[in-house]
């Protein structure tokens, strides 16, 4: 944990934007942001920019085990948060890693789909996702697409997000977020802890400028989570780190451009 010398330490596990919006380049922006020192393990290369990926390499999985472990045997990690991991295979060697390392703050973002439209998981690997990972973690954060990928719901309306979420707990997760920003009207972000619901509402910002928003939010949970937050300050935390970073967000190539990660220091 933190002390006057030493920041909490958050490990993202996800794969590589060449592009810089997305990816363990969002999530490192982000933990260094929020004072967290962001460490990093990476499970795929993507050739990737603000229009879209024209090219992905899965990382072998020893390699991935072995970055982990590195990274924790010497480092440590107060909270992990996880993003592509793109196939079984690599699911289930991060879900075996956090086991033998007993992590208790684990942020499951179920990257599926980038900002562009292009697929980053393939199917194979969703009901791994749910066997593996779902068990092991402290919060997941699905937007629309994703939690109807995980539990096989169609959601349309907020009784159909609380179902999906109870869903979803049901597969073992203490906590699940069920991300607004694909409905219309205000961006309101479900969290459901198995216990109680709790929404977080901000107004919707015109912006192009978006990609890498999910593994920002993932990320500045984490964040949170690794300063000793509970999960629902760790959540309204991320929602106005987002927010803002998407206000405060300049035009970056020719697509979606990336968040303002550095918002309050320049």
Same mark, same amino acid.
């Given at each position: 944990m933190a002390t006057r010398n030493h920041p909490p330490v958050a490990m993202t596990i996800a794969?590589?934007?060449s592009g810089g919006g997305a990816g363990i380049q969002a999530d490192l922006k982000t933990f260094a942001a929020l004072g967290v020192f962001g460490t990093s393990t990476l499970t795929a290369i993507?050739?990737?920019?603000t229009v879209g990926v024209t090219a992905v390499h899965e990382v072998p999985t020893a390699v991935i085990t072995a970055q982990i472990d590195a990274v924790i045997t010497d480092i440590g990690a107060d909270a992990?948060?996880?993003g592509m991991l793109s196939s079984r295979a690599i699911v289930e060697?991060?879900?075996?890693a956090?086991?033998?390392? $007993? %992590?208790v703050n684990l942020v499951v973002d179920p990257v599926m789909v980038a900002k562009s439209g292009d697929r980053l998981l393939r199917e194979e690997a969703i009901s791994a996702i749910c066997d593996s990972l779902l068990p092991l973690a402290a919060v997941v954060t699905p937007n629309i697409p994703e939690a109807e990928d995980l539990t096989g719901q169609t959601i349309s309306t907020d009784a159909d997000v609380r179902r999906a979420a109870e869903s979803i707990v049901?597969?073992?997760?203490?906590?699940v977020v069920v991300k607004g920003g694909h409905r219309d009207g205000p961006p309101t972000d479900v969290l459901y802890d198995g216990e109680r619901f709790l929404e977080f509402t901000t107004e919707r910002i015109p912006s192009r400028n978006t990609?890498?928003?999910?593994?920002?939010?993932?990320? $500045? %949970?984490a964040a949170g989570l690794a300063y000793g937050l509970d999960t629902p300050a760790a959540v309204a935390q991320a929602k106005e780190y987002v927010t803002a970073a998407i206000r405060a967000a300049y035009p970056i190539g020719q697509g979606h451009g990336p968040l303002h990660h550095f918002h309050a220091f320049w």
């Open positions: 794969g590589s934007d993507t050739a990737q920019n992990v948060k996880t060697t991060v879900a075996e956090v086991r033998r390392h $007993a %992590i049901r597969m073992g997760a203490k906590s990609h890498g928003t999910g593994c920002t939010f993932a990320s $500045a %949970i």
